[in-house]
């Protein structure tokens, strides 16, 4: 190979300046376009997440009263770090039976705010968990609680 042919591959080789940036832009355009997908995709996971754990801990508290032949109640708390979740039985002692975080970007709200599962497969009062995030783009959940403790997990609600 002779000098001038090495010159010529050594300058055709790599990319210019220009190349590199139209790249580059082309790379952020596409970012700034995914990028609120990904967040609300994120934040309705997180939305999903909380509710099948409150439906969880539901149907826990449901059982354990069944099996303990006790009342048995279940709260949230969206204030405490971390959010959690707390089954607490009626004995004497009111002993703590289980407890269960979320996440938390995520809010319950319900009324009442405790729900009590009794032993003859009956709750106290029909509640209507709602499941909202942080990111109010997110689609909101609602966990239902029937008369004869019938739970359904279903999208809806409102987080305003």
Avoid: H, W
């Amino acid at each position: 190979m002779d000098v001038s042919t090495k010159q010529l591959l050594l300058k055709q080789s790599g990319f210019t300046l220009i190349e590199l940036m139209v790249t580059i832009a082309v790379l952020a355009i596409i970012v700034s376009i995914a990028a609120p997908s990904v967040s609300t995709q994120l934040a309705n996971q997180r939305v999903n997440s909380t509710a099948a754990t409150l439906e969880n801990a539901l149907k826990e508290a449901k059982a354990e009263s069944i099996i303990r032949r006790q009342d048995v109640t279940l709260s949230y708390d969206n204030t405490s770090d971390p959010r959690v979740i707390t089954i607490v039985g009626s004995d004497a002692g009111a002993s703590n039976i289980a407890t269960y975080s979320y996440n938390d970007n995520s809010t319950i709200a319900s009324t009442p705010a405790s729900i009590t599962f009794e032993p003859s497969k009956r709750v106290t009062a029909t509640v209507t968990y709602t499941i909202c995030d942080d990111n109010t783009v997110a689609t909101s959940r609602q966990v239902l609680v029937s008369p004869v403790a019938n739970i359904t997990n279903q999208t809806g609600g409102d987080c305003s």
